[in-house]
């Protein structure tokens, strides 16, 4: 054991020796090239003493990079995360301004600007070298990926190598089951084609099972990843919504919603989540009940020592090299951004969104640094041999949103992310254990140009024409337009639309003149979450019913339902419960509809799939369901819906891909659930999830929850209705 041991100092010596070589020919070559950076005094030395000159600054940048840049890394946990890429190459020259000083007699000089260029280069080469160095060892690769686990751990007795396998959850941001299918098949993610054996070959042999299911109404990160990790999403209407206890709007992805949504959670299911035992979470709205948390949303609006949300941070970018790395591909992403989104308007593509702004540097942020951090982070659990890790990789969704689902540009980011895959996966076998990849959505996106690109104003202008409000003039020009024509083959609004319409115009419009008008009621608040829109009354205290909606605005529910870009309403009858509302007149109360109802009897739900009326029956009872509910209309034909948001990519509500996420699970793993049974909605999801963790670590994690043991496994055959065979929480 001894003698190996000195074997591995003697390696690592080695290996310090090489790249510390390399280092010094590296600035060797610069300083020939660039004519501000120099390595000699002004009367000349020979080429003995420029090498030694060369080397001594090599090893004082190598020395200061490897101790002073982990602190000024620390110190940039106190700025916003968005510019440390835009810091590092200042702070990388600055250290080596400060080596070039160290060298004796003076010999070494440059100026600011070529410091920066020379401290990029020497970094990438070294590591780029200290890498191929690492490759052929095993033992130098592990040691090498696990300082980027988390240190605390890190400075723990070294794990010790066992049987039992790890899982690990990776989630694919908005991927839709369709699109993987379709990216697989054309060769943009070999890694995935090989998992599902759709690679070519006779010995092409699948080792995971692909498996679709459904999300509820909400089909959001917030909503399915509070579901998955935690195993409740009730009251989570959408992504956005207004909360009139409290008089506040609860936005997903904002720190304090997202923790608050987590409490109630666990609250609710009195269990910390899937990731309790041993666990990690990585790049996640919540954490998931895990110990191990890096940029974990829910997490960040704490303070204290007990804030690890942004320790991923601090722990990849504390090498100099992959800051470098990242900070590089940080600029060119930003570049291709700007690339493809001139292109877009040169070429006139139809449908497109505005793409400026500080839109390309947020999009690079997704796709570059949170990628790296978070891939860096989880493959140091996976050698750090963590149980459980779910990380969230959220670079196809933001690009889709803005590029579309289908794009090319999309589809490239796609692949970037199947190369990410194939660095886990042959990460994995130098864990100390051996780890089962789970690969996952959380939804999937629905194309479709925006409502307000299609009829000129926005959801919100319509609510206010319906209810006698004054409205911009950019819509009071199209709101006769938008109401008076329908689809092919539909018929026109009926004459409440209109009488609203024309009630609206003859308002004053809104120019801030000043003008005085009698005091009227509160104004309604409308968000919107994709394709799903949310109408409330803020001065109601209550959730307001259809008939108190009619006494107060007689005009609205008729304008809503009547335009051709909705697609349905979701609103509280006082005497006959949920009940949805179309065009022409219809109705459907969903309390009233049979078991084995046909697409005759759901009314404007028909064309949005089978479990539409379940999933929009379930929102209803949540205490904070919006007044009005609005889904957007939806074309089945093409797979389109209306984005009340301005996105050409959108998800939140019913209608197409959206609500078609992915399960991709080793087949080693028992099957989701049983053939020919649907899985349905993100706790069903969570229960799968748990039991395959249970089967691995048996009674360490929890068998179940206090509200499991209201919900059927999904996997036994005998918990679902024969009609339909759906797994659905029946009970919220």
């Keep these: 054991m001894r003698g190996g041991r000195w074997r591995t100092v003697g390696r690592g010596l080695g290996r310090v020796i090489v790249v510390w070589a390399v280092s010094t020919l590296t600035m060797l070559v610069l300083a020939g090239i660039l004519p501000d950076f120099k390595l000699q005094s002004d ?42 890429g835009l810091l590092t190459f200042f702070l990388n020259g600055s250290l080596l301004l400060l080596a070039l000083r160290l060298i004796p007699d003076g010999r070494g000089d440059a100026n600011a600007e070529t410091a920066v260029v020379v401290a990029a280069v020497m970094s990438a080469v070294a590591s780029a070298t200290g890498g191929a160095l690492a490759v052929r060892d095993d033992d130098a690769y592990r040691r090498r990926l696990y300082r980027l686990a988390d240190r605390r751990r890190r400075r723990a007795a070294d794990p010790h190598r066992t049987s039992t396998p790890g899982t690990v959850f990776l989630q694919l941001d908005g991927v839709g089951h369709d699109v993987l299918c379709r990216a697989a098949r054309k060769g943009v993610t070999p890694t995935i084609a090989r998992w599902l054996g759709a690679d070519e070959g006779p010995a092409a042999r699948a080792t995971h099972r692909l498996t679709p299911w459904r999300t509820d109404w909400s089909s959001q990160t917030g909503a399915s990843q509070l579901g998955i990790l935690h195993g409740s999403n009730h009251d989570v209407p959408a992504f956005r919504w207004y909360e009139k206890d409290t008089g506040e709007v609860m936005v997903s992805n904002r720190p304090a919603s997202a923790a608050e949504l987590q409490r109630r959670a666990v609250v609710r299911t009195g269990d910390g989540g899937l990731l309790s035992y041993d666990g990690a979470s990585r790049g996640n709205l919540f954490s998931g009940g895990a110990e191990q948390l890096a940029l974990v949303l829910s997490m960040a609006a704490r303070r204290g020592r007990e804030n690890r949300s942004r320790a991923g941070y601090f722990a990849y970018f504390s090498d100099p090299a992959n800051a470098v790395r990242t900070a590089l591909s940080f600029v060119a992403e930003v570049g291709r951004e700007i690339g493809e989104s001139t292109r877009a308007r040169i070429r006139r593509r139809r449908p497109r969104v505005s793409r400026g702004g500080l839109y390309p540097f947020i999009r690079a942020f997704a796709t570059v640094v949170e990628r790296d951090v978070v891939v860096a ?8 041999g963590r149980a459980a890790v779910y990380a969230d990789l959220v670079a196809y969704d933001e690009v889709a949103h803005h590029s579309g689902p289908t794009s090319g540009d999309a589809e490239r980011v796609l692949r970037r992310l199947d190369r990410s895959l194939a660095l886990l996966a042959q990460v994995a076998e130098h864990a100390p254990r051996p780890y089962r990849i789970v690969l996952l959505s959380d939804h999937g996106q629905s194309p479709g140009e925006t409502f307000r690109a299609r009829y000129g104003l926005t959801l919100g202008d319509l609510v206010r024409a319906g209810c006698g409000l004054p409205v911009p003039r950019r819509a009071r020009r199209t709101l006769p337009q938008a109401l008076g024509c329908a689809r092919a083959g539909d018929a026109p609004p009926g004459a409440e639309a209109r009488s609203a319409v024309r009630a609206a115009l003859r308002r004053p419009v809104e120019e801030g003149t000043g003008e005085h008008r009698p005091r009227r009621l509160a104004e309604p608040i409308v968000l919107a979450s994709g394709n799903l829109g949310l109408v409330s009354f803020p001065d109601v205290p209550h959730r307001m019913t259809r008939e108190e909606i009619d006494r107060r ?126 899985l349905v909605g993100a706790e069903a999801v969570h229960r799968v999830l748990r039991r395959w963790l249970r089967e691995a670590h048996g009674p360490e994690v929890p068998r179940v929850t206090p509200a499991d043991d209201r919900l059927p496994d999904p996997v036994a055959p005998t918990a679902f209705p024969a009609a339909d065979h759906v797994v659905q929480d029946k009970t919220q």
């Design 553 to 678: 605005h007689p005009a609205l529910l008729p304008t809503l339902a009547n335009h051709p870009g909705i697609g349905f309403l979701l609103v509280r009858s006082e005497d006959r419960g949920p009940l949805v509302l179309g065009a022409r007149g219809a109705e459907v109360y969903l309390d009233e509809l049979p078991a084995d109802a046909g697409p005759g009897a759901l009314g404007p739900l028909a064309d949005f799939g089978p479990g539409a009326a379940d999933a929009v029956r379930r929102t209803d009872g949540f205490p904070h369901t919006a007044d009005i509910m609005v889904n957007s209309a939806y074309d089945p034909l093409d797979g389109e819906v209306l984005a009340f948001e301005e996105q050409i990519g959108s998800h939140g509500g019913l209608g197409g891909a959206q609500s078609r996420p992915f399960l991709l699970s080793p087949l080693v793993l028992s099957p989701p659930v049983a053939e020919g049974v649907e």
């Design 43 to 84: 009367d000349g030395d020979s080429a003995t003493r420029i090498a030694v000159t060369a080397a001594l600054g090599a090893g004082a940048f190598g020395l200061l990079s490897a101790l002073v840049w982990p602190l000024l890394v620390r110190a940039l946990l106190l700025v916003p995360a968005l510019v440390i």
């Design 377 to 384: 982070a989880v493959l140091g659990d996976m050698l750090a």
